[in-house]
């Protein structure tokens, strides 16, 4: 038993089958800097700690994520918080988005980008693969590699003479 890691589990994504845990991370769009992060098994969904990833002292007061976030109620408490939603939108059976519909998600997705970028850094990083039994040993590792991507982000920003602050 002492090898065995009785808090992860396994989960499937695009047809392939996973074993261990997720990083739910909420990242600064303006600067690409992580700025919140929750650690679960794998089996949990992602939209399970979307409200709790929310920064208040965030650049911006908007909120983007992709069609797997669509909840009217969710939206309408952000919205009643002070939060400016956008949320793609899923197009029904049979029934496609319009235009308008499209161009706004379009326009969502080059936002949700940036934030793509900071998974990029931690995949350079040798990525989310970790080599732990245990939740809090993972959340601890995962903890670091994002405060380390954070860290190499700060000191690119600073060559650029960009101020993150």
């Not at 990083?23 to 919140?36: E, G, N, Q």
């Not at 793509?116 to 959340?139: K, N, W």
Request: with cysteine; aromatic share 6%; charged share 30%.
């Amino acid at each position: 038993r002492a090898q065995k890691d009785l808090d992860a589990r396994w989960t499937k994504k695009h047809g392939k089958s996973y074993h261990g845990y997720k990083a739910h991370v909420s990242a600064d769009v303006r600067h690409k800097l992580a700025r919140k992060s929750v650690v679960t098994d794998a089996a949990v969904h992602d939209t399970n700690h979307f409200e709790d990833l929310l920064d208040e002292t965030n650049t911006s007061r908007e909120v983007s994520a992709d069609k797997g976030y669509v909840d009217a109620a969710r939206e309408s408490r952000l919205e009643d918080a002070g939060w400016r939603v956008k949320v793609q939108r899923k197009a029904k059976a049979k029934q496609p988005l319009g235009k308008r519909q499209q161009s706004r998600n379009r326009t969502i997705a080059k936002v949700r980008a940036r934030v793509e970028h900071v998974f990029a850094g931690l995949h350079q990083m040798g990525g989310l693969m970790i080599r732990t039994i245990g939740l809090a040993r993972a959340d601890f590792q995962i903890t670091m590699k994002l405060a380390v991507y954070n860290l190499k982000r700060f000191v690119s920003m600073r060559k650029c003479g960009l101020e993150a602050f």
